[in-house]
């Protein structure tokens, strides 16, 4: 069962290593977004400080977005896909393993480099320490749900609008309870509670999400 | 004739189009006269309340509409799982037919929410669990609808729709209580079924009204999903059948 995960994984990553510039600019939407904030606003520390763990959030929130529509996509055009599906594993698994490699892609980059921005959010160390783990712990939920959303909407027209438009509402969990922790620890009450349910939320997502993602692929390749 | 009476048998849109034919009237009719009924009592009888004054009336549209936009949600959801479980014609046909009604339901209790709260709070808008779960919901809605009018197979529509709201009907409660956590400000519920804190006859108002919006939902819906059956089943024999004997 592992093996299918890994492979499947193994697999997704080459395929990813050899397209690099669609990690980076993913990455790099996420660094000008919320370089934006600042321009925006204005640049008084005290109100930075504030804003720092909703504008990553939500920044990080669209940064996954950006790459959830090709999660499918370029599987389906070349046939992979009902390959996939007609192999003797379950469907489920593969999803699995293929939601892991776009979290491997798309959210773990986004938690190493988010210290750096809240760096430039004037946020404590114990702060960004948090803001990092939130974004660990949160991502692979928004790769999960944001699964669902892009078998759902696979070979739609304006797919990627509809795919924002069904996913969002469903991040807000995760983007509540991400921004919550950071927001938590720099108020000095503690994030530990906002983690632990963040925690759970991943752990749900990862585990029934691709049993959902996979029902949407069976009547998106009927 | 003899034969006992089969449910099933309205699973089939060329049985349930006539069925439903019939029942409209009756729900339009009945709809009308709770909400007669219901808008005498909550306008004219009801006692002012002491704090609030009149504008509090606002509550014999507002309660219900939320009640209405929860449920509806969730009587899609039991269609789509009805349909995915079954592979049933019907069942997404009526989860269709009812979204654009929950949408509007959702959409009235946020209005209303509105107005409500400029006199009482000072501000047509807080970011407050209820009023943000209550525009999640409508946000959920849309997407529901926005899903199944870019799909152009009906059957993918119906199934795809179905797994989003499935999805979604998980998603609620969890929704729910993290924006809860998040903030409140909203009253709690004035109505619980061991004790309520209102005067009878406003209960019974809102009762009245939330009859009506339901009588007046299942009649729009009914309505609604014989112009889908129609369309989807233009090719069917019983369709041009009741269109050549509605012709003659």
Known sequence: ?222 | MIDRFNLYRFASPATFYPLAGKLIPWFAAAGVLFGLVGLYIGMLVAPTDFQQGEGYRIIFIHVPTSWMSMFIYLVMAFWAAIGLAFNTRLSGMMAQALAPTGALMAFLSLWTGALWGKPMWGTWWVWDARLTSELILLFLYIGYMALVAAIDDPRRADKAGGILLLVGVVNIPIIYFSVKWWNTLHQGSSVNLTKSSMAEIMLWGMLLMALAFWMYAIAVALARVRTLMLERERNAEWVRKMLSEENA
């Open chain 1, 1 to 222: 069962m592992l093996k299918i995960i890994f492979s499947v994984i193994a697999r997704d990553l080459q395929l990813a290593m050899r397209r690099q510039a669609d990690i980076v600019s993913a990455l790099f939407f996420f660094v000008i977004v919320v370089s934006l904030f600042p321009l925006g606003i204005g640049p008084e520390t005290d109100l930075l400080r504030k804003l720092a763990p909703g504008v990553l959030w939500v920044a990080a929130l669209l940064a996954t977005m950006l790459s959830l529509p090709r999660l499918f996509a370029d599987d389906h055009r070349d046939g992979t896909l009902e390959q996939l599906a007609l192999s003797p594993y379950p469907l489920g698994l593969i999803v699995t393993g293929k939601t892991i490699a776009h979290w491997l892609v798309s959210g773990l980059p986004l938690a190493l480099i988010a210290p750096i921005l809240g760096v430039q959010f004037d946020l404590a160390a114990d702060a960004l320490w948090v803001l990092t783990l939130t974004i660990l712990i949160g991502t692979p939920a928004l790769s999960g749900i944001g699964a669902i959303g892009a078998a759902l909407t696979l070979g739609l027209r304006g797919g990627g609008v509809l795919l924002s438009l069904l996913v969002l509402p469903l991040y807000i969990p995760v983007l509540i309870f991400g921004a919550g922790a950071v927001e938590a620890t720099v108020s000095g009450l503690g994030g530990d509670g906002h983690l632990s349910l963040l925690a759970a939320m991943t752990t749900a997502a990862i585990g029934f999400a691709p049993w959902a993602s996979a029902a949407a692929l069976k009547i998106a390749l009927e």
